[in-house]
């Protein structure tokens, strides 16, 4: 992966496993698919990044001036508490809907 003039070291070898982890994802979309038959789920990513894709604004608008991703990975428990905080009764819905986090709603319906 080539490096970009302004990116560390760390933030390639982070950028190239976010990129292996998409492809991973992308290519065992069948498997995927029998996993969360059996009631297991994957993320894409991870949680910060999963959520990202549904919620990339509250998250900037949430934590300005800041990586946001990076930020909710540091101190997790923390940072995603003052998130949640943040979300909007639409936001939460986008979440509860969007196919990343199916499990919610599988939850959801067990009860």
Same mark, same amino acid.
Do not use: W
């Given at each position: 992966?080539?490096?970009?003039?302004?990116?560390?070291?760390?933030?390639?070898?982070?950028?190239? @496993?976010?990129?292996?982890?998409?492809?991973?994802?992308?290519?065992?979309?069948?498997?995927? !698919?029998?996993?969360?038959?059996?009631?297991?789920? @994957?993320?894409?990513?991870?949680?910060?990044?999963?959520?990202?894709?549904?919620?990339?604004?509250?998250?900037?608008?949430?934590?300005?001036?800041?990586?946001?991703?990076?930020?909710?990975?540091?101190?997790?428990?923390?940072?995603?508490? !003052?998130?949640?905080?943040? %979300?909007?009764? !639409?936001?939460?819905?986008?979440?509860?809907?969007?196919? %990343?986090?199916?499990? %919610?709603?599988?939850?959801? !319906?067990?009860?």
């Amino acid at each position: 992966m080539k490096m970009n003039e302004d990116e560390t070291v760390d933030e390639v070898k982070e950028r190239t @496993l976010k990129i292996n982890k998409v492809q991973i994802y992308e290519s065992e979309i069948a498997t995927i !698919e029998l996993l969360k038959q059996e009631g297991i789920y @994957l993320s894409k990513i991870d949680l910060e990044n999963d959520l990202s894709e549904v919620i990339a604004e509250r998250m900037e608008e949430a934590f300005p001036n800041k990586e946001a991703i990076i930020f909710l990975q540091k101190k997790k428990l923390i940072n995603m508490i !003052e998130l949640i905080k943040k %979300l909007s009764d !639409e936001d939460c819905k986008n979440i509860y809907n969007h196919e %990343l986090f199916m499990v %919610l709603r599988r939850l959801v !319906e067990q009860q």
